[in-house]
């Protein structure tokens, strides 16, 4: 069972703004840095954001992170309908002898 | 660049052993520039992270898989496996190897993915 919860749905139109949440506790997200994939139908999961708000080579910029105490986000701006895929934030839980979570995961339409 | 490629069964009886192995191609699997590991996703849920391997030697586990997960590297293939024993029909998923860069962690590659199903 996941310990980073994020809604399991979020949609928008051509050009909106959407944004995810992924919330955590004090011995991951709030003490360890956040990454962000993005899982295409069918492919790999591909990392899009870490470091908490770094983006990779060749990843636009119309994805952005941001992160706040024990609570992770994720900004897509501009949204196209090529970014119809669901999205997992992910950390290192220091719990456990540490291990790496990810999030429930949300799907993102594109109305 | 690196090439992740996954070989390994994909049917498997409940109690065997899931073997799966990742061949590397683009840089040694014993490179420092690397970390290695598995995730998995059964069908139609989220992701589930298995196990990250290190060139340090250090391995970290999924805590609810620790006790039947064994992993190793074989430099002179420039490959590294995954044995995940005593399988239910709760493993069936799709696996994937991964590798990440390290330091910066600023780069992944990935396996194509291996369906594992669990079935008597």
């Known amino acids: 069972q996941s310990v980073l919860t994020q809604p399991p749905s979020a949609s928008g139109t051509p050009g909106q703004r959407v944004t995810i949440s992924c919330s955590g506790s004090?011995?991951?997200?709030?003490?360890?840095?956040v990454n962000w994939y993005q899982q295409l139908p069918g492919a790999a999961p591909k990392l899009l954001i870490y470091?908490?708000?770094q983006r990779p080579s060749g990843v636009p910029d119309r994805f952005s992170g941001s992160k706040s105490g024990a609570s992770a986000s994720l900004a897509i701006s501009g949204l196209q309908s090529e970014d119809e895929a669901d999205y997992y934030c992910?950390?290192?839980?220091?719990?456990?002898?540490?291990?790496?979570?990810f999030g429930t995961g949300t799907k993102v339409t594109v109305l | 660049q690196l090439h992740l490629q996954q070989s390994g069964p994909g049917l498997l009886k409940p109690s065997e052993t899931l073997s799966l192995t990742c061949y590397v191609s683009?840089?040694?699997?014993?490179?420092?520039?690397?970390?290695w590991g598995w995730i998995r996703q059964p069908p139609g849920k989220g992701l589930e992270w298995i196990v990250s391997?290190?060139?340090?030697?250090?391995?970290y586990y999924r805590p609810s898989l620790k006790s039947r997960v064994t992993t190793s590297v074989d430099a002179s293939r420039n490959q590294f496996s995954l044995k995940l024993r005593s399988v239910t029909a709760a493993d069936t998923a799709v696996y994937y190897c991964?590798?990440?860069?390290?330091?910066?962690?600023?780069?992944?590659?990935w396996g194509q993915g291996t369906l594992v199903t669990v079935s008597s």
């Open positions: 683009g840089d040694s699997v014993n490179s420092n520039s690397y970390y």
């Open positions: 991964f590798g990440v860069r390290a330091v910066a962690g600023d780069q992944d590659f």
């Open positions: 470091t908490n708000t």
């Open positions: 004090s011995s991951n997200i709030g003490g360890n840095s």
């Open positions: 391997i290190y060139n340090s030697g250090n391995v």
């Open positions: 992910a950390a290192w839980d220091d719990s456990l002898n540490g291990h790496y979570v």
